[in-house]
């Protein structure tokens, strides 16, 4: 079943997806990296969730701006 997850940036560098996620999950949220492979190279995404609808997605998309003070995106996941 496809879920959601909030993605909260994508990173050249792994180092700074994995401090992000660390910072995330410090303030509470189950963060996890992604490593994706684009045109431009390999990216690690940072996402919050998953979580099963998009509502929820939505919900944890402001608390997780109003704790981190970064406002991510709503994305289908896997």
């Given at each position: 079943?496809?879920?959601?997850?909030?993605?909260?940036?994508?990173?050249?560098r792994?180092?700074?997806?994995?401090?992000?996620r660390d910072r995330v999950r410090a303030a509470?949220?189950?963060a996890f990296v992604e490593q994706v492979r684009t045109?431009?190279?390999?990216?690690?995404r940072v996402?919050?969730?998953?979580?099963?609808?998009?509502?929820?997605?939505?919900?944890?998309?402001a608390q997780v701006a109003a704790k981190v003070g970064i406002s991510g995106m709503v994305r289908p996941h896997p």
């Open positions: 079943a496809v879920g959601f997850a909030v993605q909260l940036g994508a990173f050249a792994a180092e700074d997806a994995d401090a992000l509470g949220f189950s045109d431009k190279g390999a990216l690690s996402r919050v969730g998953p979580v099963a609808n998009r509502g929820d997605a939505e919900q944890l998309r």
